[in-house]
DNA sequence: GCAATAGTGTCTTTTAGACAGTATCTT
DNA sequence: AAGATACTGTCTAAAAGACACTATTGC
């Protein structure tokens, strides 16, 4: 905090909040934006976000700043965050035409059955886009593509080591959706076996007893699981997830 | 961005920039806190920090916010950051009596033998704290005592599967004073034979040809190494630090 | 029966973890 | 020589990785 110039006011640059809101589907990771409705970049593709509102004398007030990114959230997908974590903050006086401006990032990952684009209001349009390799295939609005890329690369690192990708699957799912929810955000197939084991040990998810999975397609039905809630743990995977080098059969 | 309210001008909060200063002194981790001179909090010790000055026409100007949490930096310890690394950002309308206060917490690695500690300018007084487990023993200004938790916190993590820990030593240092500062900062004995053999495969530092330490206090000269320079890759260890449970000899 | 998907058993390879040995310095 | 610290070799235990086998459904 301030511990010089005891009184003195400064000037303070704008303050935002955007989110970048993944979700598996059509087995592919895909990522929201909106298509900005006013300059600057308008019409050009961004992600969500908008000003940090801290005048409690205005209708729209945020009590903090993870309070303003789960409205922005709810403004856009109807729905609150199955997952949520702040990201990274950027600020300089370059990556907005208007000057300074100070934008906290987080994302946010929901599963796609949960998701309710919000058409017709402020934003002229809400679409998912597939995200391949480190991007989305568009030139986004301001900084986007570079923040986006960073939210890519901490998702997959976070996958290597935790549960998060169960944020993607509805709540109740079979091992093999899990498996597939990996494999679509690391872009590897995984070996089976060594992946159930890693489950079993890491104890992250537990049988729904009794309950099968249905409408099957022809085949076995799987057993359904679920999320066992954790405590506040980040790290499930002593190792990284185990690969397979084996080719498809 | 901003997507709504095509021109709408909002309150923006108060942007400020704190530094958590880690080093190792005494075979201890230790945190720089300063006494503040001013209130709120006056006589409190805090984070180093202050305003991120975003007006061009003033003397002192951050042209982003990682160049403001540079300039604290170097104001508090009179050296540029061996590693410096955005940590979070907090921003509520309670945390700091004069209102919404938005700031961006940085961590930076130093090794002891860099600093400098700038007495006698701003701050009243500027000292290395001992961390204690998940803290410092003092209650500190603002949210100061949990934003430091979580900078104790993610750099136990990053130790874990990553290098920084050589950042909080000088240029070239032996394998031994190494592997000590991973103990204090995991408070942990390691297994020697493993330690090397990790650092080995994941070719993070090399031998500095030719050269060792000298002023040994009796014993066997160590080989001196250096840091290798990393592409963008955060994950060095594959599997955790090896840690061992055979009581000291 | 066959195709398809679920789930398990076991063998091999890798590496962590333990421990004891050798090496090279100061005093 | 004694003490101290540096460094290495090797054994064991555990987990990853590969692969093949069995199980249960729809058609």
Sequence with gaps: MTTENKHKEYKTPKSMVDVVIFTIDEGKLKVLLIKRGADPYKGAWALPGGAV????????????????????????????????????????????????????????????????????????????????????????????????????????????????????????????????????????????????RSLAKAGIVEEVKGKMKEFTHGGRPAQLYKFTPQQDVDIFFPRSITRTSSSAP
Tied chains: 1, 2.
């Design 53 to 196: 509102r801290v005048d409690p004398k205005e209708p729209v007030f945020d009590e903090s700043l993870e309070a303003a990114a789960k409205r922005e959230l709810l403004e856009e997908t109807g729905v609150e965050a199955s997952y949520l974590e702040q990201l990274m903050t950027v600020g300089d006086s370059k990556r907005d035409p208007s000057g300074w401006v100070l934008s906290t990032v987080y994302f946010a990952l929901i599963p796609i059955e949960k998701i309710r684009l919000q058409h017709g209001t402020d934003a002229a349009d809400a679409r998912l886009f597939t995200v391949n390799g480190n991007s989305v295939n568009k030139t986004l609005a301001y900084d986007h593509n570079e923040i986006l890329r960073n939210a890519i690369k901490r998702l997959r690192s976070k996958v290597e080591y935790t549960s998060i990708a169960v944020h993607l699957l509805p709540d109740e799912f079979t091992l093999s959706e899990l498996q597939k929810t990996y494999e679509i955000l690391l872009g590897e197939p995984l070996a089976k076996a060594a992946f159930r």
